[in-house]
């Protein structure tokens, strides 16, 4: 079984649009996250969710929501898609410590 | 600031060929700094966790160091399977999720 998992793999859609991806992770781990890794690689937190609540939210636009049902899934959803919004989105989750974190396969998006 | 800074941005290795990669960091209150390694395609996958100036941590042919201001990454005869872009990242008591560097990208040819 993977231990984290996002959906789908890859995404590409129009300016405008609206989408989601989802996650999902069977660790029993208590905080989720969601990175994103530009063109260049550079990965960077987006937001964090410790046991369904939400406990960082960066400088990250308004246009882009994480809602978590339950402790084990965790979905970013994103309104208005721009073409900077091109990136991999990694979806992660931890126990005790942010940086043993164990990440998703990450989610392709290429806004056209 | 947090910040991490990886050197270099890229390396070629013959096979067998050691070497060393850095990550040097500034961070208000360290609370860990960590390795991952990301092949093409995947998410990073842990490697390391150091807490202390002087702990090292080893894994086949990886160790990996740390002083006050940096981490190395040290690669011991380095076979082609090691090729990956290598993370440096850090936790800080200002926040609660990692400040990644860019990463080295390590190549390593028969």
């Known amino acids: 079984d993977t231990a984290v998992s996002q959906t789908p793999k890859y995404l590409v859609t129009q300016m405008g649009n609206d989408k989601s991806i989802k996650c999902e992770q069977n660790?029993?781990?208590?905080?989720m996250y969601w990175y994103k890794q530009d063109s260049k690689k550079f990965l960077k937190i987006m937001f964090s969710?410790?046991?369904?609540?939400?406990?960082i939210n960066e400088t990250v636009p308004n246009r882009f929501s994480p809602k978590s049902p339950d402790k084990a899934h965790l979905n970013l959803h994103i309104n208005s898609l721009e073409l900077g919004d091109s990136a991999v989105y990694f979806c992660?989750?931890?126990?005790?410590?942010?940086?043993?974190?164990?990440f998703g396969q990450g989610t392709r998006l290429t806004v056209v | 600031e947090d910040q991490v800074t990886q050197s270099p941005e890229a390396l070629r290795l013959q096979e067998g060929e050691s070497s060393s990669l850095n990550c040097s960091y500034t961070?208000?209150?360290?609370?860990?700094l960590f390795w991952y390694r990301q092949d093409p395609g995947k998410g990073p996958e842990f490697l390391f966790t150091?807490?202390?100036a002087g702990e090292e941590k080893e894994k086949e042919r990886l160790k990996a160091t740390l002083t006050k201001k940096e981490s190395f990454l040290h690669i011991t005869a380095p076979k082609p399977e090691d090729s990956a872009t290598y993370l440096c990242?850090?936790?800080?008591?200002?926040?609660?999720?990692?400040?990644f560097g860019k990463g080295t990208t390590l190549s390593v040819s028969s």
């Open positions: 990242a850090v936790g800080s008591q200002a926040g609660t999720a990692l400040i």
């Open positions: 992660a989750s931890s126990q005790d410590s942010p940086g043993r974190a164990f």
């Open positions: 961070v208000s209150g360290l609370r860990g």
């Open positions: 150091l807490y202390s």
């Open positions: 969710y410790n046991n369904k609540e939400l406990i």
């Open positions: 660790l029993g781990h208590d905080t």
